[in-house]
């Protein structure tokens, strides 16, 4: 675990005047929040382990415009999206990966219309390409046997039609992946999404993140899987309002890999 | 004295028509009133999803119960118009039973017709059951108190009556047959085939033949009359889905759901901000002005793109979005099915408003659609899921609706929630919706 990190930026890749295989979009919340620092991080090690040659675009990443686009500010999405086109087309950037559903939505769908096209994929495409390829082995460790039930999040899964990339992977950690009564298609939202992670909720007789978790409990899981870091905390205050934060973890699909690789 | 049930019924049809082609232009004015959008794209792709979804019912049969019983009322629907065909040949020309000339084919028409019929009694037999005595939840929510509810039944008791008329029109037409009644008897014998309704014949027998006929015409003129009254009903009621769900799938968004339209005029605004060379004094260019909206977002109808105005006709308010909608199900004020259902209720005041004036603009009764039908709590609910989208059995989007209105809250009226006003602010100052440095990005990296 004490190993250091490589995380090379585009900008010292430029320099070298070379291209990585992939630019790593790490996001804000995988940037800054600390929990979901740790799905970048264990990200980074499985690159590194197997020796993907990556980069990222370090200080000169901003905001995909995502939340503001979502909250109805169309003028700001847009603002964030053209600098952010100008960096990577700067850098002449064809392959995109990124940890979050949101980032990946946004480039995919919404950059393109505005000067900016790259091939995305989301973060568990990316290593299921790679296990497909040979170059990640993935095996049981630690979550052999253990209950596993997928929360999907809305803008991989209906919002770009990915369901069985991060189900895939799970099926390889040899887990017992069981489903909640709403998924894929069905699944229900976290609660986290249209800019509600950055607000309150509007009166109700129950937040969205506690819905969700109870029905993911009702799957009696060692352990949820998430694919999204908004996903992520929703889901683990849900975990915690409920007091089962000692029974049930809430793990992103590349946490659980890097965890049974012991890395 | 012979020709007048044939004038009668000529001016009955004659009425119906005009009354229905009356409103039919009505509703296109109305939707028309909407932005434009381009659908006219990918036509093979639209007709095969309108083939698949509306005529194929593949996102009904999601829900099994709902969408077997569904199936059978369609299906009965379309097949049972046949009949309704010869019936108004045979009102027309006063014939009787006219395309029996086809011979076997004939009772094989027929028979599977009075099956269909008999199921489709049945089904919405169970229907009214789901709603009223189970009261299934979708059904009993708040914005289906009222007219909606009545609405939804009246349908249901339409399509029973116009069912059990038919069954008994043709019993008695059975029987008179049989008694070899003139009109009615056909020289090679009995035609048509009646499964269902040769159990009512018998009640008839021992009636004078007078008193049948008079019972037969009776439901024959209740049954095609109560068609043209359903036909016209259509406009009044939630029932226009049995049109509009065609249209409405095959003008359907073929994008990931996930995609979010962006708006043109901003992107222009923002490339010449962005743009050291612009000169912002500049004249704009001839025509410039009027590709310029008058304002971002939505906060009437006519801010919405005639796709979504053709959408709140569609929409059947069936509810399978509300069930699915995570702040609806969380006990918060949203429900997308309201949406659309707010939606043409505006749409339909400012139509009324039309049908008065035909200069009436929607601002002058004082009215818009944010506030007065849709109110801000509703909009901010949102999580964008795409649940409600995913979950229209006719591809209506109430997510799109949801966001121009909020993009006319935010960039019109600067009124987004206080939170959400301080996570802009960050992301404008610092890239990144909380409060961090831009410089501390790779922060992480460093941590391990």
Redesign the interface.
């Known amino acids: 675990m004490s190993?250091?990190?490589k995380?090379p930026?585009m900008a010292q890749y430029m320099a070298e005047g070379k291209q990585p295989e992939v630019l790593f979009w790490?996001g804000?919340a995988?940037?800054?929040?600390d929990r979901a620092?740790k799905i970048?991080?264990a990200f980074?090690k499985i690159l590194n382990k197997i020796g993907v040659d990556f980069a990222?675009l370090?200080?000169e990443?901003?905001?995909t415009?995502d939340?503001?686009?979502?909250?109805?500010?169309?003028?700001?999405f847009?603002?964030?999206a053209?600098?952010n086109i100008?960096v990577l087309n700067s850098y002449e950037v064809k392959k995109i990966v990124t940890a979050c559903p949101h980032c990946f939505?946004t480039i995919?769908?919404?950059y393109p219309?505005?000067g900016g096209e790259y091939k995305i994929v989301h973060h568990t495409q990316f290593l299921k390409g790679l296990m497909d390829e040979g170059r990640l082995k993935i095996e049981g460790g630690k979550f052999k046997g253990k209950r596993i039930t997928y929360h999907d999040p809305?803008?991989l899964g209906?919002?770009?039609?990915e369901y069985e990339a991060p189900r895939e992977l799970l099926k390889k950690l040899d887990v017992e992946l069981v489903e909640m009564k709403?998924c894929k298609?069905?699944?229900?939202?976290c609660?986290?999404?249209?800019?509600?992670?950055?607000?309150?909720?509007?009166?109700?007789?129950?937040?969205?993140n506690v819905?969700?978790t109870e029905e993911a409990i009702e799957t009696k899981p060692d352990a949820i899987a998430a694919g999204c870091p908004f996903c992520n905390t929703m889901m683990t205050d849900g975990v915690k309002t409920k007091e089962k934060e000692n029974d049930i973890e809430v793990l992103d699909v590349v946490e659980m890999i890097a965890n049974a690789e012991d890395l | 004295m012979q020709f007048i049930p044939q004038i009668l019924f000529l001016l009955a049809l004659g009425f119906g028509l005009v009354f229905f082609a009356r409103n039919v232009q009505r509703m296109r004015r109305n939707i028309k009133l909407g932005r434009d959008l381009d659908r006219s794209d990918q036509k093979d792709k639209r007709l095969s999803k309108m083939l698949r979804v509306a005529m194929g019912q593949s996102k009904m049969v999601t829900k099994p119960i709902a969408g077997t019983l569904h199936v059978i009322v369609y299906v009965g629907f379309v097949i049972i118009n046949i009949e309704v065909l010869e019936i108004i040949i045979d009102g027309l020309f006063g014939t009787h039973r006219v395309f029996s000339f086809i011979g076997p084919a004939y009772g094989f028409l027929i028979g599977s017709f009075e099956i269909l019929a008999l199921l489709v009694a049945v089904s919405v037999i169970l229907f009214w059951i789901r709603r009223n005595i189970i009261k299934i939840k979708r059904f009993i929510l708040t914005e289906m108190k009222g007219w909606p509810k009545n609405d939804a039944n009246y349908i249901l008791y339409i399509e029973l009556v116009l069912m059990i008329l038919f069954l008994t029109m043709n019993g008695a037409d059975l029987h008179l047959q049989q008694v070899g009644a003139a009109g009615y008897a056909h020289e090679a014998g009995v035609v048509g085939a009646f499964p269902i309704s040769q159990y009512i014949a018998p009640f008839f027998e021992g009636m004078a033949e007078a008193s049948v006929i008079v019972i037969e015409r009776a439901a024959w003129w209740m049954h095609i009359l109560g068609i043209l009254f359903f036909l016209n009903y259509l406009y009044y009621s939630k029932h226009l889905h049995i049109l509009l769900a065609f249209p409405n799938v095959y003008f359907s968004n073929l994008?990931?759901?996930?995609?979010?339209r962006?708006?043109e005029a901003?992107?222009d605004?923002?490339?010449m901000?962005?743009d050291p060379d612009a000169d912002p004094f500049a004249e704009p260019e001839a025509g410039d002005e009027e590709e310029m909206p008058e304002k971002?977002?939505a906060s009437d109808v006519q801010d919405l793109s005639w796709f979504q105005l053709l959408s709140s006709y569609t929409c059947t308010e069936c509810g399978r979005c509300t069930a699915?909608c995570?702040?609806n199900?969380?006990?918060?004020?949203?429900s997308p099915r309201k949406i659309m259902m707010s939606t043409r209720d505006r749409l339909e005041e400012v139509g009324e408003g039309l049908n008065k004036d035909k200069n009436f603009k929607p601002e002058d009764d004082g009215k818009q659609l944010l506030d007065d039908y849709i109110t801000r709590?509703e909009l901010?609910?949102?999580?964008?899921?795409?649940?409600c989208?995913?979950?229209c059995p006719v591809g209506i989007d109430p997510l799109s609706i949801i966001?121009d209105?909020?993009?006319?809250?935010?960039?019109e009226e600067s009124a987004?929630?206080s939170?959400?006003n301080?996570?802009?602010t960050n992301?404008?100052n610092n890239?990144?919706?909380?409060p961090?440095n831009?410089?501390?990005?790779?922060?992480?990296?460093e941590?391990?």
């Open positions: 190993e250091e990190l995380v930026t790490v804000c995988g940037s800054f929040d620092k970048t991080k980074v990222v370090g200080t990443e901003s905001c415009g939340p503001a686009k979502r909250a109805g500010n169309e003028f700001l847009q603002m964030q053209m600098t100008e939505n995919k769908n919404e219309s505005l809305c803008y209906r919002g770009n039609g709403s298609q069905k699944g229900l939202c609660g986290a999404g249209g800019a509600q992670m950055f607000k309150d909720a509007e009166k109700g007789d129950k937040e969205v819905h969700r | 994008k990931p759901q996930g995609e979010f962006n708006l901003v992107t605004e923002v490339k901000m962005m971002f977002g699915e995570p702040a199900q969380t006990g918060k004020l949203l709590e901010w609910a949102c999580t964008t899921c795409n649940a989208v995913e979950a966001m209105m909020r993009q006319y809250l935010v960039m987004a929630p939170e959400l301080g996570a802009m992301i404008e890239g990144a919706p909380w961090y831009q410089q501390d990005r790779l922060g992480w990296a941590e391990a």
